[in-house]
Nanobody
Framework: QVQLVESGGGLVQAGGSLRLSCAAS????????MGWFRQTPGKEREFVAA????????YYADSVKGRFTISRDNAKNTVYLQMNSLKIEDTAVYYC?????????????????WGQGTQVTVSS
């Protein structure tokens, strides 16, 4: 059974940085697309970034492009989200997700596995 465990969330001032980690286990991830999503109360979960496990192919939401970087460490089966120049509007619960496909998608329903989420709070 695939399991995804996020960590690294916390409280940070606007303009600061955080790095989220997603430790994956229970599967063979070489053909997976890994993604980060986020959600705030009363809003739908939204796509943030995605990476193909077997290559450096990445994709970002316009709202985070140039500030966030998604990467992976194959040896550790871990995906990272480096978040720089954080803004108050980046405050959300961040979720790691895995899709059993090479094909890029921003759609929540296209992802097969989800972590429990980690809270990121950006203060002024």
């Amino acid at each position: 059974q695939v399991q995804l465990v996020e960590s690294g969330g916390g409280l940070v001032q606007a303009g600061g940085s955080l790095r989220l980690s997603c430790a994956a286990s229970g599967g063979t991830f070489s053909s997976y697309r890994m993604g980060w999503f986020r959600q705030t109360p009363g809003k739908e979960r939204e796509f943030v970034a995605a990476i193909l496990w077997s290559s450096s192919s990445t994709y970002y939401a316009d709202s985070v492009k140039g500030r966030f970087t998604i990467s992976r460490d194959n040896a550790k089966n871990t995906v990272y989200l480096q978040m720089n120049s954080l803004k108050i509007e980046d405050t959300a619960v961040y979720y790691c997700a895995a899709r059993r496909s090479f094909i890029m998608s921003e759609l929540i329903n296209d992802y097969d596995y989800w972590g429990q989420g980690t809270q990121v709070t950006v203060s002024s």
